[in-house]
């Protein structure tokens, strides 16, 4: 895969202030819930905008010359805000695929901030930003083994709505493999969906992955959910997104 031209370890501080990016950004975070005991399993990082504004607000200022840089800031800003918030679950972090190009020093800037704010490296979960097409499945598969061999757990984000699809499973070991809202908005009414569902958690079982159902939003579809056997959810019907903070969970379900 192709070096970066401006290629270069960043320090956390560079990180922060954004060093190389022409706009700012910051992070919102949203509950995954463990259902079998009612508690918060992570949290994951959204990007947003300084004053919250949509993460497509920011991502159509991401390019080729500046997605590592991009990449190296979301992972520093999002460990020093789950630190300073006394975050005590995972913490789910997106990366982007393409933006790695060597895992052995793409990494240093996560364990210099894990270390420099004081947040475990053993509460880190990658997520695979599936939707974000990948042509070198080796060297994916390169990264996910470099991570887990440092201590982080991996996951494959919005699967069914990608480019890889099964092909990613049959290449990758990932810990979590998160469903796609687009199979969980009204499977409660879709047979189709819920065939499709009992399959992927049937494979999640022989590979020995999680699965998380993201974008709930009805008691409907988190009852279908919880009838197909999966424990992990995450959406609006438990909480939306807070920015720079930890929202509350609504337990009334």
Same mark, same amino acid.
Do not use: M
């Given at each position: 895969m192709k070096q970066p031209n401006n290629w270069t370890d960043l320090g956390c501080d560079a990180c922060l202030r954004g060093e190389g990016l022409d706009f700012h950004f910051s992070m919102a975070?949203?509950?995954i819930f463990r259902l079998s005991t009612r508690s918060v399993f992570a949290y994951e990082a959204l990007v947003?905008?300084?004053?919250? *504004?949509?993460?497509?607000? $920011?991502?159509?200022?991401?390019? @080729? @010359?500046?997605?590592?840089?991009?990449?190296?800031?979301c992972r520093t800003k999002a460990i020093k805000l789950a630190a300073e918030l006394k975050m005590p679950t995972f913490l789910s972090i997106n990366f982007l695929p393409n933006?790695?190009?060597? &895992?052995?020093?793409? =990494?240093r800037t996560t364990l210099t901030a894990a270390e420099t704010y004081g947040f475990p490296i053993d509460q880190i979960i990658f997520e695979i930003t599936e939707s974000e097409r990948v042509d070198d499945l080796a060297h994916l598969r390169n990264i996910v083994e470099y991570y887990h061999a440092r201590g982080f757990k991996t996951a494959i984000d919005d699967f069914g709505a990608g480019f890889s699809g099964l092909n990613l499973l049959a290449e990758l070991q990932t810990d979590i493999i998160k469903l796609d809202m687009a199979l969980i908005?009204? $499977? @409660?009414?879709?047979? &189709?969906?819920?065939?499709?569902?009992?399959?992927i958690m049937q494979t999640a079982r022989d590979l020995g992955? *999680?699965? $998380?159902?993201?974008? $709930?939003?009805t008691k409907e579809e988190l009852e279908m959910i919880r009838s197909l056997g999966i424990d992990l959810v995450q959406g609006f019907l438990l909480a939306?997104?807070?920015?720079?903070?930890? &929202? *509350? =969970?609504n337990y009334n379900f």
């Open positions: 975070f949203q509950p947003r905008g300084t004053h919250n *504004e949509p993460a497509e607000n $920011i991502f159509h200022s991401v390019n @080729d @010359d500046n997605r590592y840089r991009f990449d190296q800031s933006a790695v190009y060597r &895992p052995e020093l793409c =990494i908005r009204g $499977i @409660d009414r879709k047979k &189709p969906s819920q065939s499709i569902v009992r399959g992955s *999680e699965v $998380i159902a993201e974008g $709930i939003e939306k997104p807070a920015f720079e903070s930890l &929202p *509350e =969970i």
